[in-house]
């Protein structure tokens, strides 16, 4: 019995050995496993047939010289021009611009460094893949030449000398003409803070080529606060800060007198009456973060265009409108805020509705507070993304120019 059990295994492993030789042997079959792997295939002999499609408008990105981890940090690998000099005007229409200063905090510093964290949030963007799913167009190479002007210089440590370097600095650059003149005349700005206190001279230097501005505010706090609530009106020093900014703006008559809103709005306040009466008197109403849930992005969109009508509208989106779980590198955060992804459909959406934005600044993005994951700061790049997609699908003409 056992020796037919031997015979058998023995007849079984002849058999075998010469099935599994005529494998090998077969005229289409490989003979190495670097032959049987993707490595050793020839791609043509498998490949589809390419589809009928458009050929591409632009030459296929060379990740060899743009890849997002390389090359000078310019806000998405775009070029640099030193935009506070005349021999620059004409050369671009739209600019990215920082102003590292944040001597008019309340609570957490670090500000002035937010200018350089959020072009390094932006890394990942560029001009030679500008495009994405939600936009048709790549705003980096439509009508608008766009270009990262730098920064602002200030001196850190007189405040009130920094808001005029600052106001200075962007009058300069609004005096540039822009390069396309058939679509706009006079060029736009996108500024990085930098905390709250940057928007004042900001809306000075831009009064004398806009007027007065419907500026629709992106912050969970008013930022309207008379400064003997915020600030004490002990001095003029200590007057200026980023938490009455809009209340001297409006002292001033840089803003509408009833078009202007706080949006995403959930602060405290200084008392129970007062701060949102005179909130009222300075010409602004609120949509708060809580009534999103309630509305929708839609109504939200809708209120804003109402109110703005045919103004001239200045954006300004503290970073903290956001909830601390998508930005939790801000100087004052606030729970319950909107996510990341509300706050960009409802900035497309004004777009979308053709307001007339004549420029942005983006604010009090701390970078010193953020992840490992950068989340802030990589928010702060795609806000300012979105603002510049509105820019080039929104040309405007001044209000001299269009017979205002």
């Known amino acids: 019995m056992i020796a037919l059990i031997i015979l058998a295994a023995s007849a079984y492993s002849v058999s075998a050995s010469k099935l599994s030789q005529n494998v090998l042997d077969h005229p289409h079959m490989p003979s190495n496993f670097i032959q049987s792997s993707i490595f050793g295939k020839q791609l043509g002999k498998y490949s589809l047939s390419d589809p009928v499609t458009l050929p591409p408008s632009y030459q296929a990105r060379n990740f060899d010289v743009e890849s997002g981890f390389e090359g000078i940090g310019t806000f998405a690998h775009l070029p640099f021009t030193e935009c506070t000099i005349s021999e620059n005007s004409g050369t671009f229409d739209i600019g990215i611009v920082g102003h590292p200063f944040d001597l008019g905090v309340s609570y957490r510093p670090g500000a002035r460094f937010g200018p350089n964290g959020a072009r390094q949030g932006a890394r990942r963007i560029s001009p030679a893949a500008g495009w994405d799913i939600d936009h048709g167009v ?108 809009l209340h001297i703006a409006h002292e001033e008559g840089l803003l509408s007198n009833h078009s202007n809103m706080h949006l995403g709005s959930r602060c405290a306040l200084f008392d129970e009456h007062y701060d949102l009466n005179n909130d009222i008197r300075c010409g602004f109403s609120i949509i708060r973060a809580r009534e999103l849930d309630k509305i929708g992005v839609e109504k939200v969109v809708k209120k804003i265009v109402d109110t703005v009508g045919d103004e001239y509208v200045y954006l300004s989106v503290d970073i903290d409108v956001l909830d601390p779980a998508y930005a939790p590198a801000t100087g004052t955060i606030e729970p319950g805020g909107w996510t990341t992804r509300e706050l960009l459909a409802i900035i497309n959406g004004l777009s979308d509705a053709a307001l007339k934005i004549i420029g942005s600044d983006v604010v009090e993005f701390t970078p010193v507070y953020d992840n490992a994951a950068e989340t802030t700061g990589i928010a702060v790049g795609q806000v300012i993304y979105e603002i510049l997609q509105w820019m080039v699908n929104v040309p405007v003409k001044t209000p001299k120019a269009a017979g205002i």
């Open 138 to 245: 790549n705003p980096f190479r439509s009508w608008a030449t766009v270009t990262d002007c730098g920064d602002i210089s200030n001196t850190p440590f007189d405040k009130l000398v920094a808001i005029r370097e600052l106001e200075h600095g962007m009058k300069s650059i609004n005096s540039l003409k822009p390069k396309n003149v058939s679509s706009a005349d006079a060029v736009r700005l996108i500024t990085i803070g930098g905390d709250h206190t940057i928007t004042l001279p900001i809306l000075r230097a831009l009064h004398s080529t806009w007027g007065r501005v419907a500026i629709l505010h992106f912050d969970s706090h008013l930022d309207t606060w008379d400064p003997k609530q915020l600030g004490g009106g002990l001095t003029k020093y200590s007057e200026v800060n980023h938490g009455t900014m």
